[in-house]
T-cell receptor, first 119, second 117 residues
Framework: AQKITQTQPGMFVQEKEAVTLDCTYD???????LFWYKQPSSGEMIFLIY??????QNATEGRYSLNFQKARKSANLVISASQLGDSAMYFC????????????????FGAGTRLTVKP | EAQVTQNPRYLITVTGKKLTVTCSQN?????MSWYRQDPGLGLRQIYY???????DKGDVPEGYKVSRKEKRNFPLILESPSPNQTSLYFC????????????????FGPGTRLLVL
């Protein structure tokens, strides 16, 4: 079963505007972590932000923030004041606490969302 | 500089010609993993290794082999590549233990683009 769902294959945003990239997840484990990665056209995977299931506040890292709605099982990435350099593929991923003692299915990834920032 | 390196970065080969993609990390990480990335599918785990001489299958292991003889190296071997193995491959590493590991990001290599003709 798909554990991480990113429903937006592609998104467009005007430079300097904010954009939200959607991510929903499926787990019965009370302990889990959610990650967002950026993949520019050069191909490397860049870690952006982390949210733990027990964290009381939404994570923020500079222009990136995570809109964490636990009851809805969603962890949307918000990028404020978009820049041309934000154009990239963005992946949502989850690590479940059940597997902490092993590496089975260590980190599950969504299919990704391609963000294009227009000048 | 802490990093994961992969070689080669780009490879074009023909069906059936054995190839190896090397992966090396300098962070003394116990855990290493190989993923393949395909459009619309995200990253899928091929094999992983918890430590030296400990490897196991991920979600899509068919057609691949790995070995972990040294802590820093985790090569991916395609004994007889086929066109459906054309993909972007990533090696990743992280520390293994501790209750805080759930928040530990994986460190990714730069990726290897493989085309099998």
């Amino acid at each position: 079963a798909q554990k991480i769902t990113q429903t937006q294959p592609g998104m467009f945003v005007q430079e300097k505007e904010a954009v939200t990239l959607d991510c929903t997840y499926d787990t019965s484990d009370p302990s889990y972590g959610l990650f967002w990665y950026k993949q520019p056209s050069s191909g490397e995977m860049i870690f952006l932000i982390y949210q733990g299931s027990y964290d009381q506040q939404n994570a923020t890292e500079g222009r990136y923030s995570l809109n964490f709605q636990k009851a809805r099982k969603s962890a949307n990435l918000v990028i404020s004041a978009s820049q041309l350099g934000d154009s990239a593929m963005y992946f949502c991923a989850m690590r479940e606490g059940l597997y902490l003692g092993s590496a089975v299915n260590d980190m599950r990834f969504g299919a990704g969302t391609r963000l294009t920032v227009k000048p | 500089e802490a990093q994961v390196t992969q070689n080669p970065r780009y490879l074009i080969t023909v069906t059936g010609k054995k190839l190896t993609v090397t992966c090396s990390q300098n962070m003394n990480h116990e855990y290493m993993s190989w993923y393949r990335q395909d459009p619309g599918l995200g990253l899928r785990q091929i094999y992983y290794s918890m430590n030296v001489e400990v490897t196991d299958k991920g979600d899509v292991p068919e057609g691949y082999k790995v070995s972990r003889k040294e802590k820093r190296n985790f090569p991916l071997i395609l004994e007889s590549p086929s066109p459906n193995q054309t993909s972007l491959y990533f090696c990743a590493s992280s520390t293994r233990g501790g209750p805080d590991r759930i928040q530990e990001t994986q460190y990714f290599g730069p990726g290897t683009r493989l085309l099998v003709l």
